[in-house]
């Protein structure tokens, strides 16, 4: 069946420190890709997403780039921040459908 | 600003009561559509609807009814047949896949709590 795998957490780093989280997915046909962030009390607000292979979403530092020969999708930040803890969601839809298929979330704590 | 608006933010049921959980849209967006979250876990598709008068089951359906009478409008009634209701609902809303490729808005979601 379609699924995505998240690397569990919680990761934990210091600020300014390099930040890799990773995702891969199983799908049938064409899936897009999605990086969502829910900071705490809050709902999931979309960071960055790919629609085909090749493609690099980036949003406010945040890169990921559509892997179809890895089936991946890791999200990277070269320099994170305090105010980037939260946690993160990874996520695909199938092509003609409306239904998110979200990972099961990494929660990510950077320390000053 | 066009957003989603989930409300109350805090919700408590008694046992054997129903409730039900507001969602209100003015992105004018078709698709709505009711997650459950749990802690360390991702979200559950409860239900959809893609167009007024119209949705369907998700993955997790069973001890909840939805209604779409309006399109700005799905509220989620959590019923006394859901016997393990507590969690954190998030409502959604999206422009159909089949129009353009756009991404899922979310509002900020509904603490359910049994007392």
């Known amino acids: 069946g379609n699924s995505v795998t998240q690397m569990e957490g919680p990761v934990t780093l210091s600020e300014e420190a390099f930040l890799t989280i990773n995702c891969t997915y199983t799908?049938?046909?064409?899936?897009?890709l999605f990086w969502y962030v829910q900071y705490p009390g809050e709902g999931l607000q979309l960071l960055l997403k790919a629609t085909k292979a090749d493609d690099k979403g980036s949003n406010k530092g945040f890169e990921a780039t559509y892997r179809k020969e890895t089936t991946s999708f890791h999200l990277e930040k070269g320099s994170v921040q305090v105010s980037d803890s939260a946690v993160y969601f990874c996520a695909l839809t199938l092509y003609n459908t409306d239904k998110l298929i979200f990972g099961t979330g990494t929660r990510l704590q950077v320390f000053p | 600003d066009g957003g989603i608006t989930q409300s109350p933010k805090y919700l408590f049921r008694k046992e054997g009561q129903n409730v039900t959980l507001s969602c209100e849209q003015n992105?004018?967006?078709?698709?709505m559509y009711w997650y459950r979250q749990d802690p360390g876990q991702g979200l559950r598709l409860i239900y959809y609807s893609q167009i007024v008068n119209d949705f369907q089951k998700g993955d997790i359906a069973e001890g909840y009814s939805v209604s779409r009478e309006k399109k700005e409008s799905f509220p989620l009634t959590v019923t006394s047949a859901q016997k393990n209701p507590t969690a954190f609902y998030l409502c959604a809303s999206s422009i159909p896949r089949g129009i353009s490729n756009q991404p899922q808005h979310f509002g900020d979601g509904t603490r359910l709590s049994i007392l």
């Open positions: 992105l004018n967006h078709d698709a």
């Open positions: 799908a049938t046909g064409y899936p897009s």
